[in-house]
């Protein structure tokens, strides 16, 4: 089983980034996708998720029409598109998976990329 992330890196204030998180060894389709971050010395939190079947998708206050979620299921892929990028948005991001819906909770997530570092000069 293996979530791999992808596409993290150095980007200017206001610019974009995609992230990408490839699923190997486990139904994809049947796992609802989790995009999480942690800036240093903070705890993980929720940014992004969405369901299996991409019925459902949320993204957070805090990223909320800068933000997108989306997967294709046909590639075992969840993707996170990140534009008018911020100083503050400067942390490790992570994918995880879990069965069928999101939750918010990082605990219920049963598989988990290993983060990809997006860091934005201001």
């Known amino acids: 089983v293996q979530l791999q992330a992808s596409g993290g890196g150095l980007v200017q204030a206001g610019g974009s980034l995609r992230l990408s998180c490839e699923a190997s060894?486990?139904?994809?389709?049947?796992?609802?996708v989790g995009w999480f971050r942690q800036a240093p010395g903070k705890e993980r939190e929720f940014v992004a998720g969405?369901?299996?079947?991409?019925?459902?998708?949320y993204v957070e206050d805090s990223w909320k029409g800068r933000f997108t979620i989306s997967r294709d299921n046909a590639k075992n892929t969840g993707y996170l598109q990140m534009n008018s990028l911020r100083a503050e948005d400067t942390a490790t991001y992570y994918c995880?998976?879990?069965?069928?819906?999101?939750?918010?909770?990082?605990?219920?997530?049963?598989?988990w990329g290993q983060g990809t570092l997006v860091t934005v000069s201001s």
């Open positions: 995880a998976a879990r069965k069928y819906v999101v939750l918010l909770n990082p605990s219920s997530y049963n598989y």
């Open positions: 060894g486990f139904t994809f389709s049947e796992h609802a």
């Open positions: 969405i369901s299996w079947n991409a019925g459902n998708s």
